[in-house]
């Protein structure tokens, strides 16, 4: 069974950075397209950051110029750098990812984990 397992979140103080993670288990099915999102207490789940199959990225308005997307192949793992944090990135982040298996390819989801921005 294909999972997305996250990990990275936590309390930071304003202006500090943190990196989430999120790799496919087993590591041996690939991520293909896929993106970060973030959803806020009280908010709509957001798309933060959208990555392609040929690793090309994009930004949210709010997090252009903050956050770095990444994917490392050899590790079928997606990165999200946050530098410069602010109180209103306080969200919980999940990750989505397209995987082939086969014939297919199937929409994943990680787990969440809660990243908190302290003024």
């Known amino acids: 069974q294909v999972q997305l397992v996250e990990s990275g979140g936590g309390l930071v103080q304003a202006g500090g950075s943190l990196r989430l993670s999120c790799a496919a288990s087993p590591s041996t099915f690939s991520i293909h397209a896929g993106g970060w999102y973030r959803q806020a207490p009280g908010k709509q789940r957001e798309l933060v950051a959208p990555i392609s199959t040929y690793g090309s990225t994009n930004y949210a308005d709010s997090v252009k110029g903050r956050f770095t997307m990444s994917r490392d192949n050899a590790k079928n793992t997606m990165y999200l750098q946050m530098m410069s944090l602010k109180p209103e990135d306080t969200a919980v982040y999940y990750c989505?990812?397209?995987?082939?298996?086969?014939?297919?390819?199937?929409?994943?989801w990680g787990q969440g984990t809660q990243v908190t921005v302290s003024s």
């Open positions: 989505q990812a397209d995987i082939k298996i086969g014939d297919y390819t199937y929409s994943y």
